[in-house]
């Protein structure tokens, strides 16, 4: 018998609503200001605001509003020499020059010591700069200033679509301009029938999840210095996890299209999967195609027994359980710790203990694979996808190599000594019942449905504009995975009042030959979908939660034309415009919060972990409620605080299992749950 008091809990919407407000006057100004920079990037300004403030504006005479001078002064200086990088160039952040430059004028608008002073800089520098490394400064300043919080880039894929885009579709959105005639282009995924891959390059080119990848890596910059006094919180084990989970996607993504699991990509082995990606750059040179079964190649200023080497040294620190920093200390890495110095040292980011000993194998890996295909530049032929966050994930190799380095931290992990039952328990409290429930009306309890549907995207910005014309409705239409809303509704018994973390996981039943794998081989691909607080009253308490609030996930974004016209009615009193502070760009899209499943349906399992808030989490002083408000926590963390959970990133999944039925503790319970793709949306 169920005790008489059963508490009912919700959580999630209301608290994540209360973090909106209405946007006042400069808020406003604010928001129109960042979207008219950002239209049509690679033309010079027509804004005539803008304009004012790109030809009167001087740094040098406003040397006293930043806080930098001599950063701004190094920019007027690459400037006036004409060192910048040339405006049609490709710009790379993994060139080493390329980035420095991004990286002064970064400085420059980072230091602004005032709104208007880094408008105005802003404004000064656009036409001077090359647009993507422009973007990527003033993005990643805007990011982190205090004076625009809750300002919403628009979506990447509008900025810069040329990026996102196939060339058919771009060919077609010039033709509809030049005709000026409203026009909806369908795109096609890259590849045919005759490549397996192809089955999952909804998932690769999926422009959400290539928008939430770039926006990560402007969240969380490898070259973020400390003096920026910005801490970003366990930044190493966020790279670590955010492409751990990447790849735990992708492998459950390939298992609905009856694809084994990923391989690691080794540096002396042919890179199997070739890949074209039927793209072009806004300066009219294509990324380059990489034909099957390559080999990777020395670079004139990297070799491949240079990324063997590093990645031995890295290997022996794993072994050994220290690392040796620069000034030859050892720090021992056989703990808690210890993944976010080595995700620090893998990526390499400008917090390595020693970069020099280290190098910087993931950077060098992804350059690797984007110049396989003319390593010593005979050809001039420009970088490859892989070579940006925008497009990288289009490529399977991408996967790939973030096997080979997520194996990396395996290895770590598996060295540390498995949870013991006092970690893992919750003494008195117990998960009694898990389900799953659709929010369609005719929904099959424990099974969730995925379909694809359509998306369009707003090209207004592909195409060059003359004056002040009005602009064509161009739009290509996306097919994309996404699913039916659903709820988890768990019953949880506790012996007293307690306050818990709710942790939940999902993960295919069987593997590619269908067979049930051990949990500890299974483990590792474990999907996180949901972490959330919960107040347990004494007694049974049924926990709801619905999957659109996932920490994992963020809602999709406002579309470019929807932006401009939802702040100018705002501007005009004719709608309110409301707006989150705490806004993040990054997130992986909500569509893809489940993997596609089958159509006959495929059997998943479902983990649901209850653990002592009070024991997990950082500061005594974070309430719940706090932590309900950091939106897309999961993967992309706190851009500028900590992260509130102090458990390890995958807690309790991420270290060995010995015997599953010692680590299954009461506050523990799994679920098959069946996961079917529908071709169509389900009626409500
Ligand atoms: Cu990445």
């Not at 790109?54 to 930043?66: G, I, Q, R, T, V």
């Not at 990026?163 to 890259?190: C, E, G, H, N, S």
């Not at 999952?200 to 969240?219: K, L, Q």
């Amino acid at each position: 018998m169920r005790p008489a008091t059963v508490l009912l809990i919700v959580l999630g919407a209301c608290a994540l609503a209360s973090a909106e407000q209405k946007a006042d006057a400069i808020f406003l100004k604010r928001q129109l200001q960042v979207l008219n920079l950002l239209r049509h990037l690679n033309q010079p300004l027509i804004d005539p605001e803008l304009l004012v403030f790109k030809n009167s504006f001087s740094p040098l005479n406003n040397l006293n509003k930043f806080k930098d001078p001599t950063a701004v002064k190094n920019f007027l200086k690459l400037v006036t020499e004409g060192k910048l990088l040339e405006r049609d160039a490709i710009f790379s952040l993994f060139d080493a020059r390329q980035r420095a430059q991004m990286v002064t004028l970064f400085e420059v608008l980072y230091g602004a010591t005032d709104y208007d002073t880094f408008l105005k800089a802003a404004a000064w520098a656009r036409d001077r700069t090359n647009p993507r490394q422009f973007l990527y400064a003033f993005s990643v300043a805007l990011l982190h200033r205090e004076d625009c919080r809750g300002v919403i880039l628009p979506p990447a894929y509008e900025i810069t679509p040329h990026m996102f885009l196939t060339t058919d579709v771009v060919r077609k959105a010039y033709q509809a301009k030049m005709m000026r005639t409203p026009t909806v282009i369908p795109m096609k995924f890259t590849g045919s029938v005759n490549n397996p891959e192809q089955r999952v390059a909804y998932f690769g080119e999926d422009i959400g999840m290539n928008s939430h990848h770039s926006h990560w890596h402007m969240d969380f910059p490898f070259w973020w210095k400390q003096e920026y006094t910005v801490d970003k919180d366990r930044k190493g084990e966020l790279f670590f996890y955010m492409h751990h989970q990447m790849v735990a996607r992708f492998d459950a993504e390939r298992l609905s299209n009856d694809l084994p699991a990923v391989e690691p990509l080794e540096w002396d082995q042919q890179i199997t999967e070739g890949f074209a990606p039927a793209a072009t750059y806004e300066n009219g040179q294509e990324f380059p195609m990489r034909p099957d079964n390559m080999k990777f190649c020395d670079l004139p200023s990297l070799s491949v027994r240079d990324m063997k080497i590093v990645e031995g040294r890295i290997r022996d620190a794993i072994a050994s359980s220290f690392v040796k920093t620069a000034d030859s200390r050892l720090l021992s890495i056989n703990n808690t710790a210890g993944v976010n110095l080595l995700g620090e040292i893998i990526e390499s980011s400008a917090n390595s203990v020693n970069p020099v000993y280290y190098g910087q194998p993931h950077n060098d890996g992804h350059v690797m694979l984007s110049k396989v295909t003319d390593p010593l530049q005979r050809y001039g032929v420009p970088p490859g996808v892989m070579e940006h966050f925008e497009t990288a994930t289009r490529d399977p190799a991408f996967f790939r190599l973030h096997k080979h380095v997520d194996n990396l931290f395996k290895l770590h992990k598996d060295l540390l000594l498995p949870y013991d039952v006092s970690e893992l328990d919750f003494p008195g409290v117990k998960i009694e019942a898990v389900k799953v429930v659709g929010s369609c009306k005719a929904s099959t309890p424990n099974q969730l449905i995925t379909y694809f549907d359509e998306s369009h995207i707003d090209l207004n910005n592909i195409v060059e504009n003359v004056g002040r014309e009005q602009p064509v409705d161009i739009k290509a239409v996306v097919s994309r995975l996404n699913h039916e809303p659903f709820k988890y509704v768990i019953t949880v018994n506790s012996k007293k009042p307690v306050r818990g973390i709710v942790r939940i996981f999902l993960a295919p039943k069987l593997n590619w030959f269908g067979q049930r794998v051990p949990l500890d081989v299974a483990r590792w691909g474990f999907i996180e979908l949901d972490r959330f607080p919960v107040r347990l009253a004494s007694g049974d308490n049924i926990v709801s939660r619905n999957s659109v609030d996932s920490i994992i996930t963020v809602p999709e974004p406002r579309s470019f034309s929807n932006l401009v016209s939802d702040v100018e009615k705002a501007i005009r009193g004719e709608q309110v415009f409301s707006y989150d502070k705490y806004y993040r760009h990054c997130g992986f899209p909500r569509r893809l919060l489940l993997p596609k499943g089958k159509p006959e349906g495929m059997v998943y399992q479902l983990y649901v972990v209850v653990t002592d808030y009070d024991k997990d989490i950082v500061e005594p002083g974070i309430q719940p409620e706090d932590v309900e408000n950091l939106s897309s926590l999961g993967y992309c963390g706190v851009m500028d605080g900590k992260i509130p959970d102090g458990r390890p990133m995958g807690f309790p999944f991420d270290r060995r299992i010995v015997s599953p039925e010692q680590f299954l503790t009461p506050n523990m319970e799994v679920v098959d749950i069946t996961i079917k793709n529908v071709n169509q949306k389900p009626a409500e």
